[in-house]
């Protein structure tokens, strides 16, 4: 199955993309479609052998619209001007303009005598000469007539898709206002062969009375009030993909390349993986790769979200989009163009701000049938108020009101457009949500269960302790080290570490083989080692009666012990712990304060993961989980009636993710493309889960709000405008109050979802609440503990200039907070908020042209 963007024109509400939708989805090979009103897009999924896109397009044109895939630009090559939105705008301003240019002299000819009368002045002479009295009736009425053609030439479009629509037996919102208009019109032209026969006949009663009645304005005002409204919704909506375009802007124009050894400034889309770049201090990254010369500090909060900027030196892999902060580098691109990281998450954020959630149907199944519907029961008011013997004028007016005033556009835009600023927003904030499926799920969710390793912890634990039991503890370790050398375990890192920082070298190892989920063995000089948890060991006959008192200890201290065989006998335990993050704690503390049951897999002993659990809070641990066997779980919860997410490294974890109602694929920056999770949480911050379910909830929320304004407003207002108050209250809306109310309903509801915009992630709130605690003199973590301070020691100092020079030098450095430098000692005093090494000082002290000698 393939998955296409489609754009789609000529849609002006939601009866259209319901119309696109239904006529695409009747295609055989055809799964998976979605038409975006707000985006004037599709994105489907169909069988490649059954069906192309030529017969896609075909069917969308079948149906009354235009069809095309996608363009493929890259990233770097999409512009501001290229923005649909923004074009729509644009033209629609035009228009808007030269529309209200000719329907000011409209409306003051048609109403010059109550503008006069509501100022307590008399009507001028030349007005009452030109236009006033029967014998000026044509005048009058031609007047009108020759200033609304413009009117109704600008707006046109309102007619041509209205009535072919129509014709085609799928009337759009255009249908409803190009027929309120043109009636108007063609009564009003109607009205001036009446009042010409009466003038001819000396009929002067029936000039009069068709003089009174005259619909002019309001055809122009119809179409006129109608731009107002779109082009203030075209504004808005604007304004809903301000992330995504903010997104696109950071990806660089231009890169200087490597080639031939000359350095040349070629467009990022022309760039090949293994292309050498060289970026100097305040330019962006053009690709992902590698670093092959030069030291830096590079701001990577575009793509991880963290504020503070970090060190890079050769051999550490760099991210496109982030912004090289102090020294120029020289790195290898590995991943360019549409691969880049930066790429991955725009296609993400796009695709899900054309999906829909699945309440969404709702509204198109209902607009699929709004308009017929309304058309009916216009038709039905006016024949009923002539039966009931009102004038044609008045019956007339009342089929105008309910055409104009009925409003399929908000029920279209309700969803798309909260969809749209709510993924925005969780882009910016490092969440990325695949669909509006997940995100109308997320807000469903009662279990989180969490990963261990990488996901509540580090995922670089550390050794912490060692016990030899019957050789020394160099042999030991070495063994170890060994053993685990061919492992990829994140335990294996950490012995091969400890092993590499105490000098030992690992021993050779013949015959590996790792046990998922219990351990490894190998074998030195034909004899056979094992390294494992307590249920390999004893599988494999292995007595550790007399170390088990060490592994309770351990294990009560939130540590995993590793253990280690010769063949049956046990050589000895390294013990190793994970830390874990800073904002776990909060993280979990806050799931459950919203009332959601915490729970943790991992592959530790019951009481390493007990440990855990009491130390953070965790609702409940389950622990000696395999890999394969997550998924399991998450299986059996859903079979008890929970509603699962799952939270892991989206690897390892990738059946569980798959399985859960809602994954979510928790890592740092460039795998943002986890094909296994339905959203993407790029920072390894456990408090954007909780930001994903409170930002799921606030959209589902503001769509509910956005529906529910948009039935009400049709279910008071049709009834309203068939006039049902009339005969009590007096109360008739006029086609031009109906046409301004119409507007404005689609226009409030985009409204009312750009609120979404000031949605607080959970570490904002939780900064807010961490700072208020302080006011109120509760324990904090003061700032001051996180500073460091260091003396730097510089040579070539020889002025107040280069004091000066050397200090604004180390200012601009990241995270630094106060510099002092004194010249007759030949120092500078640094204070920063990061403990920043001393090669990066190094760097900027030379970049400036001094030594730093300590």
């Not at 990806?251 to 350095?263: S, W």
């Not at 279990?447 to 634990?461: A, M, R, S």
């Not at 989980?625 to 299986?635: F, S, T, W």
Request: glycine share 10%.
């Amino acid at each position: 199955m393939k998955k296409e963007r489609f754009d789609i024109t000529g849609m002006t509400c939601s009866a259209c993309s319901a119309r696109v939708e239904k006529a695409v989805t009747k295609l055989a090979g055809t799964a998976e479609v979605s038409v975006n009103l707000l985006t004037n897009s599709m994105q489907l999924t169909y069988d490649e052998g059954k069906i192309n896109t030529s017969q896609i397009i075909a069917a969308v044109e079948q149906a009354g619209y235009g069809a095309s895939v996608k363009g493929k630009k890259a990233v770097d090559a999409i512009k501001k001007e290229d923005d649909p939105l923004a074009r729509e705008a644009a033209a629609m301003r035009q228009r808007l303009l030269w529309s209200v240019i000719f329907l000011l002299p409209v409306m003051f000819i048609a109403m010059h005598r109550m503008f006069f009368g509501w100022l307590g002045l008399p009507v001028p002479e030349l007005l009452q000469a030109l236009f006033a009295g029967p014998e000026n009736a044509i005048t009058f009425s031609f007047a009108q007539f020759l200033l609304i053609l413009p009117i109704m030439y600008l707006n046109r479009k309102y007619y041509l898709n209205g009535f072919r629509n129509l014709w085609q037996g799928a009337p759009n919102m255009d249908s409803l206002v190009g027929m309120g208009s043109m009636a108007a019109a063609l009564f009003g032209a109607f009205a001036v062969f009446r009042m010409g026969w009466g003038l001819g006949h000396g009929n002067l009663a029936l000039v009069e009375e068709y003089s009174r009645n005259l619909y002019f304005e309001s055809a122009g005002m119809i179409v006129t009030l109608i731009t107002v409204g779109k082009f203030l919704e075209a504004k808005a909506k604007g304004r809903t993909g301000e992330a995504l375009a903010k997104l696109m802007e950071l990806a660089p124009q231009k890169a200087t390349v490597l080639r031939d050894g000359q350095e040349l400034s070629l467009p990022t889309e022309e760039l090949v993986a293994g292309d050498e770049i060289i970026v100097r201090p305040g330019e962006r990254l053009p690709a992902d790769g590698t670093v092959i010369s030069g030291q830096t500090s590079i701001d990577e909060s575009a793509i991880t979200g963290e504020s503070l900027p970090v060190f890079k030196q050769a051999g550490d892999k760099v991210t496109s989009a982030t912004l090289n902060k102090t020294g120029a580098i020289h790195f290898r691109a590995e991943k360019v163009g549409g691969d880049t990281a930066i790429s991955q998450i725009i296609r993400l954020v796009d695709e899900a701000s054309a999906s829909k959630a699945p309440m969404a149907r709702l509204a198109d199944r209902i607009a699929g049938i709004f308009v017929p519907v309304v058309i009916l029961i216009a038709l039905a008011a006016g024949g009923i108020w002539l039966a009931l013997g009102a004038s044609v004028e008045f019956a007339f007016s009342i089929a105008i009101s309910i055409l104009v005033i009925s409003c399929p556009c908000a029920l279209g835009l309700a969803t798309p457009v909260a969809i749209m600023v709510g993924t925005g927003k969780g882009a910016e904030n490092g969440i990325l949500i695949k669909s509006g499926e997940a995100l109308e799920t997320a807000q469903a969710v009662d279990t989180v269960v969490l990963d261990k390793t990488g996901t509540i912890t580090e995922g670089k634990p550390k050794v912490t302790d060692l016990q030899a039991l019957s050789i020394p503890e160099a042999e030991f370790l070495s063994l170890a080290a060994g053993l685990e050398q061919n492992s990829e375990h994140p335990l294996a890192e950490a012995v091969l570490a400890y092993a590499a920082e105490k000098g030992v070298t690992p021993a050779g190892i013949s015959d590996f083989q790792a046990v998922p989920g219990r351990g490894l063995q190998g074998k030195v000089r034909g004899e056979l080692y094992m390294a494992g948890n307590e249920a390999f060991m004893a599988e494999q006959g292995v007595d550790i009666s007399d170390c088990q008192q060490e592994l309770e200890r351990l294990a009560a201290e939130g540590k995993t012990p590793l253990l280690f065989a010769k063949e049956k006998k046990l050589l000895g335990v390294i013990a190793v712990a994970d830390k874990e993050k800073e904002s776990s704690r909060q993280a979990i503390s806050q799931l459950t304060a919203m009332g959601l049951e915490v729970i943790m897999l991992t592959g530790d002993n019951e009481r390493t993961a007990e440990a855990v659990r009491r130390r953070l809070g965790i609702t409940r641990a389950i622990a000696g989980v395999l890999p394969a066997a997550k998924e399991q779980h998450i299986a059996a919860l859903q079979a008890q009636g929970h509603k699962v997410a799952m939270v892991g490294d989206g690897i390892n974890d990738a059946p569980a993710l798959a399985r859960a109602d809602i994954g979510m694929a928790i890592g740092a920056g460039t795998d943002v493309a986890m094909e296994s999770a339905d959203a993407v949480l790029i920072r390894s911050n456990l408090l954007d889960v909780v930001s994903a379910i409170r930002l799921s909830k606030a959209v589902i929320r503001n769509i509910k709000e956005n529906l529910f304004w948009a039935f009400i407003y049709n279910i008071i207002g049709i009834p309203l405008a068939a006039g049902l108050l009339y005969p009590a209250f007096g109360i008739k809306l006029s086609p031009m109050i109906g046409a301004a109310a119409m507007s404005m309903s689609s226009v409030c509801v985009v409204l009312n979802a750009l609120r979404l915009r000031s949605f607080k992630t959970a570490g904002n709130v939780a900064g807010m609440a961490a700072e208020i605690d302080n006011q109120v003199g509760q324990a904090t973590v003061r700032k001051e503990d996180k500073t460091m301070q260091k003396e730097l020691k510089i040579e070539g100092m020889m002025c107040a200039h280069c004091q000066k020079h050397v200090n604004d030098a180390l200012s601009k450095m990241a995270g630094v907070t106060a510099v002092e430098v004194n010249l007759e000692a030949g120092t500078a005093t640094v204070t920063a908020e990061r403990e920043i090494p001393q090669a990066e000082f190094a760097q900027v002290i030379t970049e400036a042209g001094y030594e730093l000698v300590g």
